[in-house]
C-alpha cells in the first residue's frame, strides 16, 4: 500500500466519524461548543507529543488508548457526543486518525457557519493587529467570514505562507532566497 493510499484511507475513516458526530451535534444545536472544543482538541494534538504517540503506536493495546483517551476528554471537560465519538474510535483502534478527524470537522463546522479556514505559518508571532489585518484582507478577497489558524515556523526567517482553500500565498524569505538560489544556478 502506498503512502497516498494509506492518507487517503485515514482521511475517509476520520470523514465518516467526522460526519456523524457533525450531524448529531448539529441536530441537537451545539455546535459552537463543539467547534470550541474541536479546536482545544486540536491544540492538544499539537502540543503533546504524548498524545500523538498515544493515538498512533500499536505497542498500546486498545484498552490503553480507550483507558488514555478518556482520561483526556475527562481532563479537558468534552461534551458527551465527542467523548463517545473517541470512545468508539479508540475502541476500533481508529485513533490514528485523530488528526484527520479534528481537520474534517473544522471544516464541516467551518461550512456550516460560512466561514472558511486559513493555515497561516509565519517566522514570529503575529501581533492582534496583523491578525485583524489579514483576517479582515483574506475575508474581502474570499467573500467569507475567516477564521486564522496560525502557527510559528523560525525557519522561514521572515515573512510568512498563507494558505486560503487552494491557494497559497509564500511571503517567507527562505522561500525568496530558495528562488534567488535558482535563478542563479540557471545564469552560472
Not at 486560503?164 to 530558495?178: C, E, P, V, Y
Request: charged fraction near 25%; avoid cysteine.
Amino acid at each position: 500500500m502506498t503512502v497516498a493510499n494509506s492518507a487517503s484511507i485515514s482521511a475517509s475513516i476520520a470523514g465518516r466519524y467526522a460526519q456523524a458526530l457533525f450531524d448529531i451535534v448539529r441536530d441537537a444545536g451545539g455546535m459552537d461548543q463543539l467547534a470550541s472544543q474541536v479546536d482545544e482538541l486540536g491544540a492538544a494534538l499539537d502540543d503533546s507529543s504524548e498524545l500523538r504517540e498515544m493515538i498512533s503506536s500499536p505497542v498500546y493495546t486498545r484498552g490503553q488508548q480507550a483507558d488514555g483517551i478518556a482520561a483526556v476528554a475527562d481532563k479537558m471537560g468534552l461534551d458527551k457526543p465527542l467523548a463517545n465519538t473517541l470512545a468508539l474510535m479508540a475502541q476500533n483502534r481508529r485513533l490514528f486518525t485523530l488528526p484527520q478527524f479534528v481537520a474534517r470537522l473544522k471544516t464541516l463546522i467551518a461550512d456550516e457557519r460560512g466561514e472558511v479556514n486559513a493555515d497561516v505559518v509565519s517566522a514570529t508571532e503575529l501581533s492582534d493587529e496583523q491578525k485583524k489585518r489579514l483576517t479582515d484582507t483574506l475575508a474581502e478577497k474570499s467573500g467569507k467570514k475567516v477564521k486564522l489558524n496560525t502557527r510559528v515556523d523560525e525557519s522561514l526567517i521572515g515573512g510568512m505562507i498563507v494558505k486560503l482553500g487552494s491557494q497559497m500565498i509564500d511571503t517567507s524569505i527562505r522561500s525568496k532566497l530558495a528562488s534567488l538560489q535558482n535563478v542563479m544556478k540557471e545564469v552560472g
